[in-house]
DNA sequence: TCAATTTGGTTATTCGTTTTACCTAATTTA
DNA sequence: TAAATTAGGTAAAACGAATAACCAAATTGA
């Protein structure tokens, strides 16, 4: 920068002012000066450190979108979205992948360490209440996704499944379903078990007993996996009359896994899933699932983006989705 | 810094020896000391300011991965190798998201300011020799997967698809196939126009022609989308006995319309995608693809990391990278 | 016993910007 | 015509850490 201002016979500061436009002095330079200087910067090839401008402003114009893995339905519109909505705010978008401890931890610190203004956190399984709040406190605008956790200075999503899911068993039990088959993987964070709880506690309700035998805790990640554990449930001499799984791609198989076996989705089987991904739109039949109708991306960067703009620091809100139970044709 | 100092009773100086271990005069810290230090910034929360770091070093320890768009099967897994390794490193990972014009430039801008210590570039489209040039001169270890591109500071990861295309054609042909359909997509890059002309042109010389009716050159980016394409091709009076897909998914809903068509696949109409993702491994049948077998994961990360490590500038490496036919079952 | 060395630090400069406070010459006002 | 204003800058102090150069006291060596 001072050898751009030596090269158009000005000060660095003159550089300065005429790049950042209009600011406490910035706008009493004449036109001429300024174009020298531009000649100069682009002769020079000038591209100002982004690192010292932050130091200087305290201020990086990044914000991070922290996601546990990529490659999941989901996070893919996000980080678009979210990407979108920062670049019309001057912000450019940095995405970081949180999946396990370790990682998590890393990015933490790397946000502590002042990587990003703001910040994104989409289902954080490590991080504890304290941790959050001292981040935020760090002065990092922060939005989590998360049915966990509550702050008082940075913002929370949560999603209340638990509703929706009560009305879909319901909806089998009015259509007659009785013979309940459950798919489910068992995870670190719990959270298919939970809905399987409450699933199961609902037809318990409803006084219809759940078979263990229809219960599959382990149906594995891979489409053929889960493929081969249905095929295996419908040979049984008394095969379920409903498919209840944990998300969408185990329902998407088990539509396959039914067909494949000579048998109909829904009149021999209903099949219902969880999440409502796009791929559910398009199967054969499309898949009644349960899950949010409107995604959650509009509100996590609609908090996030006022909190960056808010001078004052903001109080934590909360914001809840309710989940709901989304008909198609599967069940 | 110099708050944790004077908490401590020393300089500034030396809390930045401790926390940076052995540097020019670091390791010449009296245990005692040592501990009063970390006592300090334990109790003030003190955390090192990553820009003001960068700026004094002029080392930012982050690597950047720009990919055009998350969400398909092989970003993920290259996002996941480049993670594994860069935090091997001691460095962290930043993704950026490129599709587009706009934002291949905002990422390429973001760069030159000093985003990060190096990069590996997958697919940039809209880039120039010499922009890239320009980035590796300005110190950026920079990896760029692309046909297109060449440089003497930068390194390149090719891939030659063409041969792998003819044997595709050469084995259909051996095996008797002679009506040959295509599906495709046009697209802004080309790229799978160049397939196709690939394709093409060797099936004629082979001296087979082509029906023009049998070239589908806008099938969507839908499953449904393909499969109704597909499934319309079918009920022309002369039906194709193979389909030389643009993409694995392209192939994957062709043999879903096949089946539900109640023909066979390969018996009745052959099926070849390209690309080779994971999902081609679990259909049924396994699906006969174009594509590297081993990802060049490794190669880009491997050619960054010794970049990154290397104390003098390295010369612009190239390697490449044969497709090879992946015979399953489909073909 | 006194110079040489080691131990355990400190001081001051630097990285590349931004920004406040100041300055001088030209122009306007009364 | 002198005072006040304006136009068009400049100088210098931050921002927070890293590091080369220096230094005083304690220890060692011959």
Redesign the pocket.
């Known amino acids: 920068?001072?050898d751009?201002?030596k090269r158009a016979?000005?000060?660095?500061?003159?550089?300065?002012?005429i790049?950042?436009g209009r600011?406490?002095?910035?706008d009493?330079?004449?036109?001429?000066?300024?174009q020298r200087v531009y000649r100069a910067i682009a002769e020079l090839g000038?591209?100002?450190?982004q690192?010292?401008?932050a130091?200087?402003?305290?201020k990086t114009d990044r914000v991070c979108l922290v996601i546990p893995q990529i490659g999941t339905p989901f996070s893919d519109g996000l980080a678009n979205s979210v990407q979108s909505v920062a670049e019309a705010h001057g912000y450019s978008l940095i995405l970081s992948m949180s999946g396990g401890r370790e990682r998590e931890r890393h990015v933490f610190e790397q946000l502590r360490?002042g990587l990003a203004d703001g910040a994104v956190l989409f289902d954080p399984e490590h991080l504890t209440n304290e941790e959050l709040a001292q981040l935020a406190h760090a002065g990092v605008a922060l939005v989590v996704q998360c049915n966990r956790v509550q702050g008082t200075n940075f913002d929370v999503v949560k999603i209340d499944e638990i509703k929706a899911l009560q009305d879909a068993v319901r909806y089998l039990y009015d259509h007659g379903r009785r013979r309940v088959a459950f798919l489910f993987n068992v995870t670190e964070s719990g959270i298919q078990e939970e809905r399987l709880q409450s699933y199961w506690q609902t037809w318990r309700e409803l006084g219809v007993p759940i078979l263990e035998s229809f219960v599959l805790r382990n149906v594995g990640r891979l489409r053929e996996q889960v493929y081969r554990s249905v095929s295996k449930l419908l040979q049984s001499s008394e095969r379920p009359d409903t498919i209840m799984a944990g998300s969408d791609m185990f329902a998407i198989s088990a539509v396959w896994a039914i067909r494949d076996a000579g048998l109909r989705v829904p009149e021999d089987i209903a099949v219902i899933g969880i999440g409502n991904i796009p791929e559910g739109e398009i199967t054969h039949p499309p898949l009644t699932t349960v899950g949010v109708v409107t995604p959650t991306f509009g509100d996590l960067t609609g908090l996030l983006f006022s909190r960056l703009a808010s001078p004052v620091p903001l109080d934590g809100r909360v914001m809840t989705r309710q989940w709901e139970l989304i008909l198609r044709g599967s069940a």
């Open positions: 920068m001072y751009v201002g016979g000005v000060s660095s500061a003159t550089v300065s002012f790049l950042n600011g406490s002095g910035g009493r330079i004449s036109e001429e000066t300024r000038y591209v100002p450190n690192s010292a401008r130091l200087r402003r305290q360490r």
